[in-house]
Each structure stands twice: as structure tokens, then as C-alpha cells.
């Protein structure tokens, strides 16, 4: 529906438009591959869909996890740059910058996760076909290795950008008497409260899974002889897993819809109301929008 919204805007994308729809789009590659999982689950972990989609599956859900934390990465700093940094961010907020930005995050994630397409393979257990969406035992020491060069460059280093600059965004919040404060205490507390739920929300959907994935690939490399801690690891990942793609539910509803008056049109969208019968202001994104979506959002 986002996407569909997306299109249907006359107006050209802003950079607040062309970020969400890049989130978007990371949720709805992971989105697709959803029924082959559904029907492999109710077969009782049976696959049976063959060699190619199993490493395309996998390839897909790391794709969905690791963009998007590049992609809120990229918002972060956009944000910091919006509200602390104004007038000398405006080029770099321009679309000259953006475009080439989100290119080169897809390049950066794409390039990341081609071992996944290695790694990932069907093989038989129990007389049934399974699809191993980290690897099988007999290539785990090199899984090993590359789990924790891809967790430290794809998480790591990109929470840790985000824990800055919304730190420092806040901060300047926080100030009394900057120029970005005429707008009121009101906008600043939404500002304030928007940052600490993004965070949180990041932290619940990323966070657990990234530490329960590490701990379970970390006792396969060791070899670990205490078979129920392998099983409580191992409940651990298949819990949070369907966790961190919660972030594909909240993308739309947190980046998206009170961009400027996208909720407004969102309605009227449905309502199937007419193209070009939008009340002022709803077809595009005013520069005033752009300035509200900076510092609420």
C-alpha cells in the first residue's frame, strides 16, 4: 500500500519519500518468500522447493535484515544532519546525494551476502530434504568466520553510527535557545519521543537476534558436548527470528504515512477519491513538510 501510495504521488520523490520506499522495498523481498516458508513449516520442515530457491530464501531474508539496518543508518544520519546541521546539510540532502547513497547501500548489501547464495544448500536428513539457511555442518568453520566479519560490519558498526547521531540529535533537542527550538516545545518533545521509539523498536527487532544467532553459531564452532544448551541456543534463534522481521510490519506505519501529509492522501487514496482533487498542499511535499518531517520524524 506504501508502494502503491509511492507511485501514485505526482510530485518528485523527496528525500524523505526516497528513503521509506527503499525500506519498502527490502520488506517486501523478505514478504514474497514468506509462502514457501508457510508451506515448508507445515510440512514439518520439509522442503520442497529444490536447490535454487533454498539459497534464494535465505539470500532474501539476510537482504531484508541487512538493508534495513543500512537504510535506518542512512536515516539517522540524514535527521542528525536535518536538525543539527541545517543550512550546510542541504546539499547533501539533495537527490544529487541520496540516490547515489541508497545505490550504494544495496551494492554494499548485495556484495556482503553473496557468500550466503554458497553457504546455504539443500541436503537430506532423516530421509527428508531440508534447506540449511546458514550452512551445513561440513562448511560451518568457514560459515564461522564470515558470521562474524558480515555481524560486526553489518550490525555492529551500524548500530553503533545510529546510537550516535540520534544521541547527538537529541542533544541538540535538548538545548535551550537554538534556532531550530522556534518551533516549539511541543515538536520537540514529538521529535524527542519519535527518536527514543525508533531506538527502542531497532533495538527489540535487531538487537536478540543478532545476539542469539552469534551465541548458536558460536557453539556449533565449538563443538559444544552439552546438547542442551545447543537446544536452549537453538530455541533462542527460532524465537527471535520471526522477531526482527516485525521491522517490516512498523517500517510503514513509523517512516512513512506522517511523512508531510502522506496520511491525508493515504485516506483519500482508499476513499478512491479522483487524481488531482487533493485539498492544497496534499499532492506534494511542501519545503515546510520536508522541515516537519526532519525534526518529528
Known amino acids: 500500500m506504501v508502494l502503491w501510495l509511492a507511485?501514485?504521488?505526482?510530485?518528485?520523490?523527496?528525500?524523505?519519500t526516497i528513503y521509506p520506499v527503499n525500506l519498502m522495498v527490502a520488506d517486501l523481498?523478505?514478504?514474497?518468500?514468506?509462502?514457501?516458508?508457510?508451506?515448508t513449516y507445515s510440512l514439518g520442515d520439509r522442503w520442497p522447493f529444490g536447490e535454487l530457491l533454498c539459497r534464494l530464501v535465505s539470500f532474501l531474508f539476510?537482504?531484508?535484515?541487512?538493508?534495513?539496518?543500512?537504510?535506518l543508518t542512512c536515516i539517522s544520519v540524514h535527521r542528525f544532519l536535518g536538525i543539527c546541521h541545517p543550512l550546510c546539510s542541504l546539499p547533501s540532502q539533495s537527490h544529487r546525494h541520496v540516490l547515489p547513497g541508497t545505490a550504494t547501500t544495496w551494492a554494499l548489501v548485495v556484495l556482503?551476502?553473496?557468500?550466503?547464495?554458497?553457504?546455504?544448500?539443500?541436503?537430506?536428513?532423516?530421509?527428508?530434504?531440508?534447506?540449511?539457511?546458514?550452512?551445513?555442518?561440513?562448511?560451518?568453520?568457514?560459515?564461522?568466520?564470515?558470521?562474524m566479519v558480515l555481524t560486526l560490519s553489518g550490525f555492529v558498526f551500524p548500530s553503533l553510527v545510529i546510537l550516535v547521531y540520534y544521541s547527538l540529535t537529541v542533544r541538540s533537542l535538548t538545548k535551550p535557545g537554538e534556532t531550530l527550538m522556534r518551533t516549539g516545545n511541543a515538536a520537540r518533545a514529538k521529535s524527542i519521543w519519535t527518536i527514543l521509539?525508533?531506538?527502542?523498536?531497532?533495538?527489540?527487532?535487531?538487537?536478540?537476534?543478532?545476539?542469539?544467532?552469534?551465541?548458536?553459531?558460536?557453539?556449533?564452532?565449538?563443538?559444544s558436548q552439552d546438547c542442551q544448551l545447543l537446544m536452549v541456543a537453538s530455541l533462542a534463534y527460532k524465537?527471535?527470528?520471526?522477531?526482527?522481521?516485525?521491522?517490516?510490519?512498523?517500517?510503514?506505519?513509523?517512516?512513512?504515512?506522517?511523512?508531510g501529509n502522506n496520511r491525508v492522501r493515504l485516506f483519500q487514496e482508499l476513499r478512491h477519491n479522483k487524481?488531482?482533487?487533493?485539498?492544497?498542499?496534499?499532492?506534494?511535499?511542501?519545503?515546510?513538510?520536508?522541515?516537519?518531517w526532519v525534526l518529528t520524524r
Not at 7 to 16: G, M
Not at 278 to 292: F, L
Open 7 to 16: 507511485w501514485r504521488q505526482t510530485e518528485r520523490w523527496s528525500c524523505a
Open 29 to 39: 523481498l523478505y514478504v514474497l518468500t514468506l509462502p514457501l516458508l508457510i508451506i
Open 62 to 71: 539476510h537482504t531484508n535484515l541487512y538493508s534495513s539496518i543500512l537504510l
Open 112 to 147: 556482503q551476502l553473496l557468500p550466503t547464495l554458497f553457504f546455504s544448500h539443500t541436503d537430506y536428513v532423516d530421509g527428508q530434504m531440508v534447506c540449511y539457511d546458514m550452512t551445513g555442518p561440513e562448511n560451518f568453520e568457514q560459515f564461522f568466520a564470515y558470521g
Open 197 to 223: 521509539l525508533v531506538c527502542d523498536l531497532f533495538t527489540l527487532c535487531f538487537v536478540p537476534f543478532q545476539i542469539t544467532c552469534s551465541f548458536y553459531v558460536t557453539l556449533h564452532f565449538l563443538s
Open 239 to 259: 524465537i527471535w527470528r520471526p522477531l526482527v522481521n516485525m521491522s517490516s510490519c512498523l517500517n510503514p506505519i513509523l517512516y512513512f504515512p506522517s511523512v
Open 275 to 292: 487524481v488531482g482533487e487533493h485539498p492544497a498542499g496534499a499532492k506534494g511535499e511542501r519545503p515546510r513538510d520536508r522541515q516537519i
